[in-house]
């Protein structure tokens, strides 16, 4: 009996000390981060991509947190600055992801911001990129004699769209075309550094 009380306590206490490493401790430290100055709120119809986003399984494939230099390559590969806690701030739920079978997709907007290009990219990804393993999701279009009025026609490069007819994007492609496009974490997260003593104004202060 003795034995088996020790164990209980040892696994609470064990329970205990993770509990405060993993939880308590990281809540305390970014439970009052402010969003950056030049981060946004999502819009409506942000939000609704977001939510073709999660729907579709893209966190899998596709991260959204650049590492720092010291970490990896992210910086060379054209993906941005090391991600910060307050570029997450309008985020529910987290969509850091885990796996990179595509690109981190964290500035995404920045550098790919034409929404054909986008539209297209969904439709057909091997149009754009050769050999690409992403998955097609012509589900998100429908194919139409021709357009009507209000309709978003697809721009696919020749020989990738249907032999009669046009591709148009379903609100919802348009929706998450709109989610992508916003994702661009380009602003500055550091303040300006100091101006030196040397400089301009230490020069007309003396």
């Known amino acids: 009996m003795e034995n088996e ?48 986003y ?7 494939c596709h991260t959204q947190q650049p590492r720092d230099r010291n970490l990896g390559p992210d910086h060379e590969r054209g993906w941005g600055r090391a991600s910060v806690p307050g570029d997450y701030v309008y985020d529910k739920p987290h969509l850091l992801g885990s796996m990179r079978t595509g690109p981190d997709l964290f500035n995404i907007g920045a550098r790919q911001p034409s929404k054909d290009w986008h539209l297209g990219h969904l439709y057909q990804p091997r149009a754009y990129v050769p050999g690409s393993i992403m998955p097609a999701y012509p589900y998100l279009f429908e194919t139409k004699a021709a357009a ?5 026609v697809v721009k696919l490069p020749p020989g990738h769209g249907p032999s009669q007819g046009v591709v148009v994007a379903r609100p919802e492609a348009l929706d998450l075309v709109k989610y992508l496009q916003g994702l661009d974490h380009t602003y500055p997260v550091l303040p300006a550094p100091p101006r030196s003593a040397t400089g301009p104004a230490a020069g007309s202060a003396s």
Do not use: F, H, W
Not at 42 to 47: P, R
């Open 5 to 52: 009380v020790k164990l209980a306590a040892g696994a609470m206490v064990s329970l205990a000390v993770a509990t405060a490493a993993l939880v308590v401790l990281p809540y305390m430290e970014v439970r009052d981060i402010t969003p950056p100055e030049g981060l946004k709120p999502y819009t409506s119809a942000q939000q609704r991509g977001r939510d073709v």
């Open 54 to 60: 999660i729907a579709n399984g893209c966190v899998y």
């Open 148 to 152: 009507e009025p209000g309709d978003e």
